[in-house]
């Protein structure tokens, strides 16, 4: 199809497919198509990937099927932009990404697609680790703890990276929760310094110890701490609104005034 037909084929569909989605990036980042999305690269939308992606899990979060089916699809997108990105400079295609994908699922799921027997799911996570880390050449635990990306969220990072280095790990909770009162000990005497370098460093160490913890006692960090977010947004909520209806600008109001009212509705 010429670009023409590409167009009135788009509009003329009744219902659209992966392929059409495909097609009509295409036809946004080619000549004559939109200035904007022509301009894009890898870096202008890596942002909106992970807001997307961020989007996605917040629609799981509240088990909203219609917001999800919709966040879903703008992930999508950006999958197929980028990947329309690379197709331009000749390097893979959608075909080439779903191909690669398929075969990694069979690869490592030789329990499905081949003879391999597992009992449990732990057999299958633990035969998916052995059959990864072979396929990314990963030889020592420092290999396996220098691939978990980077670019993670701080606390899904550290949570990850002391599952892969339980060779050197706390024995129970109990151990972890003396560790943070140590931590806390030395991130006090920092504070007292005055010196930011220390400072910075202790609290990373209290923070990964408190990932730790959260990982010895099976709570994911991450969800907690939005959690707490939450509720403090709910209780600051709260506040506002008495303060409010008491004739108190909160901006203006001593902060032993707003503790009273805060530890009322705590």
Avoid at 25 to 45: A, M
Avoid at 55 to 68: G, N, Q
């Amino acid at each position: 199809m010429n670009r023409d037909e590409k167009i009135r084929y788009l509009l003329g569909a009744e219902h659209y497919g992966t392929e059409d989605l495909r097609l009509l990036v295409e036809l946004l980042r080619s000549e004559g198509g939109c200035p904007w999305d022509r301009e894009q690269t890898h870096q202008s939308i890596r942002a909106g990937l992970i807001e997307e992606t961020y989007e996605v899990v917040e629609a799981i979060d509240k088990d909203d099927p219609s917001l999800m089916c919709e966040e879903l699809g703008d992930l999508l997108l950006q999958v197929i932009f980028h990947t329309q990105i690379e197709t331009e400079g000749g390097n893979f295609t959608l075909g080439d990404v779903t191909d690669n994908v398929c075969r990694k699922l069979i690869h490592r799921h030789p329990h499905v697609f081949g003879d391999l027997r597992v009992g449990s799911t732990d057999e299958v996570l633990a035969n998916w680790d052995r059959i990864k880390s072979e396929e990314k050449c990963r030889l020592t635990i420092t290999d396996k703890l220098r691939a978990v990306p980077a670019a993670l969220p701080a606390l899904m990072r550290a949570v990850k990276v002391g599952k892969r280095a339980s060779c050197l790990d706390f024995p129970d909770a109990g151990a972890v929760m003396d560790k943070i009162h140590e931590e806390t000990d030395e991130l006090s005497a920092a504070i007292a310094s005055g010196d930011t370098e220390w400072i910075d460093e202790e609290l990373g160490d209290l923070l990964l110890t408190v990932s730790s913890l959260a990982r010895k006692i099976d709570i994911d960090p991450e969800a907690a701490l939005n959690r707490a977010t939450d509720k403090f947004i709910d209780r600051f909520e709260r506040v506002e609104n008495k303060a409010r209806q008491a004739g108190l600008d909160i901006n203006k109001t001593k902060m032993t005034e707003l503790d009273k009212i805060w530890n009322k509705i705590k």
